[in-house]
Every structure is written in structure tokens, then in C-alpha cells.
């Protein structure tokens, strides 16, 4: 089991616990955590999945997938370094701990 | 208190649930679904769960979700009749009261009345696409009717595996309702590339267990035959209960029947077209997700704004990833940009833009067709 902390804008935060496997994306809905709306159930077709990454986590979350870059451009909230759809994080075992803040709505 | 009764789990129906909670709606809630099981999502169904068959990977949101936000999930259940005198959904021997009605009853798919029509399998439901992966195992030659989305997904991902493909189209050219002849050709020449055997303007006439015959007297012999020739919208509920019907149940630009207890989403809704002025009826994830929540929205905090989302769409074909913003009516002209993506017009005003593997100018054509005034091919070309 993975933990996973989402911070809201207002720096609510909540912990849950994440399935390896699942995206970051499902693991938000699964908790029905506020501000991941995921239109397009994870096919890179919405960025409505916008986070951004911990800094302390950026390295393990790894780099933007193909494409990702253009929808982030293109998200309500602005793109920062640390920007990425949640739909394109993979829950592993190294992201055990892993703190992502939601942008605001 | 009845509270809000929803006919129809699919994205729609379950959209409205969420989002009548997510807006503060204390009443009760109630999602009636025919399919057995979790709402789903259907997109990957001719997608990535054809290849990967991770059913798992389908729910829109766990049981707990249901639980936790108070919806009533009623699967496996077929709503047989509406009252509207009564305000009541009649299901069997049950009787469910409502204050209000959803109705997102969806689409089913349309199966002419070709001889030989029970050899041919379909892919809408978890269920048809569990059967179809089972069956493509043990099959070489595979024949897909309809070069439509959902035709050529398939198509696509059988080819990738290695099996032999015929696609048969009746009309002229792929996705004719889609998109405009030039990203018609483009695909074409994509599945012609991958092997795909892709045959135009001719119909099938009779289908058997060993493949299907055209109208031209060609013969595909096929081990494996899909039927993927388009949708019917169910509309029978909202027609037997007297509602008005129009290619769609008929809703204004509140979404609502011609019944003020009643509304209408997704794909079975038939819906005035903001830009275009026409009703239209949109087969998307896209509208169905909109307008349920347009419509809770109105039922927490009366009406709104005339409903003006604009439309999108995608499909997943081999490592090409088509995308559609707007809707293009098919006398708008089509310019093709250097890049190969589309764009169609109406006059100077920017009605659709088709591209492939290219998100940055399909979001940004999103974008400015959501703004106040109608994107024009001048500020389609300025700078982001």
C-alpha cells in the first residue's frame, strides 16, 4: 500500500492510501478528492487532472509523457515546472509518501 | 421529499448523480441502470480494454464513492414505464416517486435487418467487449460493417495484433458524419498502411458464419465479424409517456423535456445547438458530462445560462490520436492546414478543427470556440 497526500489551495490536506498500479488520477477519484475532475476518465484528452508535484517528489514522479506538455499549456490554472496530469502518474512503490498540491479551481 | 431519480448509469447518469451532490443537493438521489454492475466508462471499451481486459480499470468510481455521497444505485434494473400524472418511474412491481426526472437513457445500436445479422457480434457494452476480446483470440480473419469511430478502433487494435482486417463501409468514405473527406482520406491511407483491407461505398447485403457479402456481389470471408453501423437513440420511455421526441428526446436550452419534471441528457437528448441554431444530438462523453452538469446545477440553483458547451471528441486509432473541437455541419467548406489537420469552416466563422497527435491546437481551438464571440479563421491563426 502507497500513501498518497493531496494539498488543496488552502492548504487542506488529505492522506489516502493508493493501489500500485492505478494512476494518481484514479487513486484522487477513488477518494473523491476535490479539484480532479477527470473528464476523460485518463486518455490525456482534458487536463482536468492538473496537480502539481512536491518538490521533494519531482524526481521520482519522473518526466511529462508525450503530449502531456501541450494540455497542461492549455489547463485552467497556470503550468509550472512541477505541473503534470495526474492520469500519467503510475502508482509505485518508490511514490510511497508522495505529496502533489492541487492547483486552484 | 421524492428527490431526483436518474434513468440511465452510464457517464451521463452518473455525471448528474456526482454532480447534483458536489452542488449541495440534500434530497434523495436515485441512479437506475439496466446494466448489472458499477457505472463504467465506455470510451476504452473499443480502446485500451480490448487489449489489456482490465475490467478494473473501467469504474467510474468505487462502491464506497456511492455510499459516501448518499446515491441510491439501482443496477441491473429496467425502467419500464414513466407516470407522469404521478410523478412515479414504474420498474416491475416497484414504484419509484420523483420531484425530478433525469432521463439518460443513451443509445443502442442499430442492427438493419440484414439476413444473417445474428453471426455478427456488437461492442457497446463491458459485455459485448468481454465477448469480442474472447473471441478475437481464437479468430485469423476479422470483418468490421461501419468505418465508423468505433469500426476502425477496433480495427486498429485487431490489426496491432496481428489478425487480418476488412473494414466495409457503405458510404463513400470513413467517418462521413465526423469529419470532412480530407481526414477521411488520411485514415483511410493510415489503415491501408497498417494491412487493414478498407472497402468503400458498398453495403453489406447478407452476413453468414464464415463472413458477409456486399452489395457489389464482393465476398469478405471473416472468422470474426463486427457490426459497429451506428446508434439509435432510446427514446421509447419518453415517447410512451407522451414526451416530445425529435431524433432524440426534445429538450430546450435548459435541457428540459417538454415536461418541467423532466430533463433529458447525452446521447439520447435531442438539444438546440447554440452556435449552429439547429437541434442536434451528440453521441460524446463530452455532452453527456455537460449537460448532467447543466442540469443539476438548474435543479439546485434554477436556471442558467442557455446551455453553450462546446463539443469535443476523440478516438484512438493505432498511434494516431484523432481530435475534433466544435461541430462542423456538413456543407461547411474545409480548409487543410500544412500540417495536415482541418479545419471547417462557415463563412469567416471557425466551426470545427480536426487534428491528429496534435493537443496543443486542438485545446487551443477549445478554447477560443468557449469564448464570447465566435472563433473566426483570423484569431484561429493568432498567436497563443
Redesign the interface.
Known sequence: MVAITFIQPDGASQTVTATVGDSVMQTALNNNIDGIFAECGGAMMCATCHCYVDDAWTDATGERVDGEEDMLDCAEAEMRPTSRLTCQIKVTDALDGLVVHLPEA | MSGVVIIGAGQGGFQAAASLRSEGYSGPVLLIGEEAGLPY?R??LS?TYLKSGDEG?LA???A??YE??NITLRTGLRADRIDRARQVVVCGDTEFPYDHLILATGTRNLRPPIPGIEHALDLRTLADAARLRGALDGVQRVGVIGGGFIGLEFAAVARSLGREVTVAEAAPRLMARAVSPAMSERFAAKHREMGTEIILGDGVTAIDAVGFTLSSGRRVNADLILLAAGVRPNTELAWEAGLEVANGILVNDQLLTSDPAISALGDCASFPDHRSHHLIRLES??AA?DHARLIAKRIVHGPSAPYHAVP?F?S?QADW?L?IAGLARPEDSAEILPDGSVIRLKGDIVTAVETV????VH??A??RMAGATPMTRESFAAPV
Do not use: I
Request: hydrophobic share 40%; charged share 25%; glycine share 0%.
Open positions: 466508462q470510451p476504452p480502446k480499470a467510474l468510481r468505487p464506497a464513492f459516501t455521497q462523453v463530452q458530462a469535443w476523440w484512438d490520436k481530435q497527435n496534435n493537443a496543443k485545446m487551443m477549445r478554447k
